[in-house]
């Protein structure tokens, strides 16, 4: 109890000591982390819908090349029974310029329908020859796009492999790491990173931040989300830097990046969100479930950049 009565005094003096012009500064930076936080929403929410919107076309491209090839195989067909009448048309013709003279009107007719076979035949085989252009086109672009769409999947469960393999020493019940939406999710626990209501990484979270920086470190295309969870409970004391969950998961979420540049990830890379106990996971009407939403998870997303230049080039 007198540590208590202590460390009360000494937070209300620490308290009473910061000047007006820190707490203004430190108001700028929570609203620049809202802005930033909110740009960042935007982004995601652009890039989901540019991918949603190239799986729609691949599956438009696929229908498309289907329907051209069947009009091929018909135009195909077109062209061959031209050219069947083609041959009986200049072997009637021949016939006739075998006879004496006979039939000169019906030979003129003859003619006639042979040129406009012929004329006939010329463009059936110039559609032909420009369908089965487009076509390769076509097929070319969505293998293109297939092929990119494969690579990001490899790259993004190579990732996986790469920090599974180097987070092996911590337990699964301190952390998880899963691929969803095309992103890789590392999410830690709160008993491996905080004490209750602390900013402050504990030396094993610090470990884990560090195995996880090296792991990604060289990774130049990559974009780096950490975001801070917390139950529903409200923090047992508020200062001017801190009021309620929401403030205690942004700082958090600042603390990680502090370590992950520290240890090496571009700074230009990472962004800290607070997403408080907006977004659980589970239920906090239990003691478990409260444990589970108490977590912090970084999402790691590779760039999209190449998809979108080839998209705009094609």
């Given amino acids: 109890?007198?540590?208590?009565?202590?460390?009360?005094?000494?937070?209300?003096?620490?308290?009473?000591?910061?000047?007006?012009?820190?707490?203004?500064?430190?108001?700028?930076?929570?609203?620049?982390?809202?802005?930033?936080?909110?740009?960042?929403?935007?982004?995601?929410?652009?890039?989901?819908?540019?991918?949603?919107?190239?799986?729609?076309?691949?599956?438009?491209?696929k229908k498309d090349t289907i329907q051209l090839r069947n009009k091929i195989r018909n135009l195909t067909g077109d062209l061959s029974s031209l050219s069947q009448d083609h041959a009986q048309l200049q072997q009637l013709y021949d016939n006739l310029l075998g006879n004496s003279g006979k039939m000169?009107?019906?030979?003129?007719?003859?003619?006639?329908?042979?040129?406009?076979?012929?004329?006939?035949?010329?463009?059936?085989?110039?559609?032909?020859?420009?369908?089965?252009?487009?076509?390769?086109?076509?097929?070319?672009?969505?293998?293109?796009?297939?092929?990119?769409?494969?690579?990001?999947?490899?790259?993004?469960?190579?990732?996986?492999?790469?920090?599974?393999?180097?987070?092996?020493?911590?337990?699964?019940?301190?952390?998880?790491?899963?691929?969803?939406?095309?992103?890789?999710?590392?999410?830690?626990?709160?008993?491996?990173?905080?004490?209750?209501?602390?900013?402050?990484?504990?030396p094993k979270g610090v470990s884990a931040l560090q195995q996880l920086a090296k792991a990604i470190k060289d990774q130049e295309d990559l974009n780096i989300m950490v975001e801070g969870h917390t139950d529903d409970v409200p923090i047992s004391r508020t200062s001017q830097y801190m009021n309620d969950n929401w403030d205690l998961s942004v700082l958090r979420a600042t603390s990680i990046i502090r370590i992950l540049t520290k240890a090496g990830v571009s700074s230009d890379q990472v962004m800290a969100a607070g997403r408080g106990e907006f977004m659980p996971v589970d239920s906090n009407d239990t003691k478990e479930g409260r444990q589970k939403n108490r977590r912090t998870e970084i999402i790691i997303t590779p760039n999209l950049d190449e998809l979108f230049q080839i998209l705009e080039t094609n």
């Fill in 104 to 202: 000169t009107r019906d030979l003129a007719e003859q003619q006639e329908r042979l040129l406009a076979t012929k004329e006939e035949l010329e463009r059936a085989r110039q559609q032909n020859e420009q369908l089965s252009a487009d076509l390769a086109v076509r097929e070319q672009k969505v293998k293109e796009l297939e092929q990119i769409l494969e690579n990001k999947d490899k790259a993004v469960q190579a990732l996986k492999k790469r920090i599974n393999e180097a987070l092996l020493n911590f337990k699964e019940s301190d952390l998880t790491v899963s691929v969803k939406n095309g992103k890789v999710y590392v999410s830690l626990a709160e008993q491996l990173l905080f004490k209750s209501g602390s900013t402050s990484v504990d």
């Fill in 1 to 61: 109890m007198r540590k208590l009565i202590v460390f009360i005094c000494l937070f209300v003096l620490i308290v009473s000591c910061v000047t007006q012009k820190k707490y203004d500064e430190l108001l700028a930076s929570k609203i620049n982390l809202e802005t930033d936080l909110a740009n960042s929403r935007d982004s995601l929410a652009t890039a989901l819908a540019t991918i949603d919107r190239l799986n729609d076309e691949i599956a438009a491209l």
